[in-house]
């Protein structure tokens, strides 16, 4: 069972990286076309990418029980879901992006490691006091690398507010499901939901194929990797680790994404940034620590 722990946060690591450094073409992206019509391709992408991978694992390995009539209705009910709570929590953001500085944005989303527990006690999942201070770290780290500017509230900090409850409602409804479900199917229909409910506020903004040729490789960036790979290892591993656990470790995501400039494009990091990174990294090494064995007497 350790084992199996190890390897959903080693794979839910991964999934941060790929988000961290998915940030600048989600940003170039946005340079050419709005913010539906970026989600709305992405989304589209990456269940179209995901669909060859599905028969392709469905020969190698040989999955016949995810086709079963109940499996079927689970996997619908739980893509479904996940999608339209990814597709709000995405339009949020990106709107949140547009009228707020990249640093509080960072922060702010980062807010989803405070919020998934607190929601998870509604639903009896109960968090030790261990992974509580772990969260009280990793926040105070994510202030010092993010809060640079003023600490007024804006309408974009509270659009970003409510994105980082969104996406804490996305990885509780995938810690509901993921155990049930094979993950790649659920996250493929999860994408045709979170496209399917961009469509009509895509089209409102009219795009051409000049804007859409000028933003495909961004698109395809953040359609590929940043939603066909990353979310789909999200589902897969949250089925093996605990969700408060799994928010920490993807709250790496604005860590890595800071790294990335720092050491690809020069971009230098203050004492202050590096202090929150040192703290956000001891706060998901301490939470992975397995925990003391109960006294007996």
């Known amino acids: ?70 499996n079927r209705r689970v996997h619908l009910i739980g893509g479904v879901c996940c999608g339209a709570a990814l597709f709000v929590a995405s339009v949020l953001q990106q709107l949140g992006i547009q009228r707020t500085s990249v640093g509080k944005a960072g922060f702010l989303t980062a807010l989803y490691i405070l919020i998934v527990p607190l929601l998870g006690l509604f639903v009896g999942k109960r968090v030790s006091r261990r992974i509580w201070g772990c969260v009280a770290v990793a926040l105070v780290g994510m202030y010092l690398l993010c809060m640079t500017e003023s600490l007024s509230v804006s309408t974009g900090d509270l659009l970003v507010m409510l994105c980082a409850v969104g996406f804490s409602i996305h990885i509780l409804v995938i810690d509901h499901f993921s155990p049930r479900v094979d993950g ?39 359609g590929v990797l940043s939603s066909g790979v990353a979310y789909t290892l999200q589902v897969v591993a949250q089925k093996d680790t605990d969700p408060t656990v799994a928010t920490l470790i993807m709250s790496l995501e604005s860590v890595i994404s800071m790294l990335a400039g720092w050491v690809i494009l020069g971009q230098a990091l203050s004492p202050r940034e590096l202090a929150g990174c040192a703290l956000v990294f001891a706060a998901i090494i301490v939470a992975q620590l397995p925990e003391r064995a109960a006294r007996t007497v």
């Open 184 to 222: 790649v199917r659920m996250s493929c229909i999860q994408f045709f939901t979170a496209g399917a409910l961009g469509i009509v506020p895509m089209l409102l903004e009219q795009p051409d194929l000049s804007s859409l040729l000028a933003a495909a490789a961004p698109i395809l960036y953040a």
């Open 1 to 70: 069972m350790r084992q199996k722990t190890m390897r959903a946060n080693l794979l839910l690591l991964l999934t941060a990286t790929i988000w961290g450094t998915a940030f600048v073409a989600q940003s170039v992206g946005m340079d050419h076309v709005g913010p539906f019509t970026f989600i709305c391709v992405r989304y589209w992408i990456g269940g179209l990418f995901l669909l060859p991978c599905i028969r392709l694992l469905d020969r190698v390995v040989g999955r016949p029980a995810a086709a079963a009539p109940e």
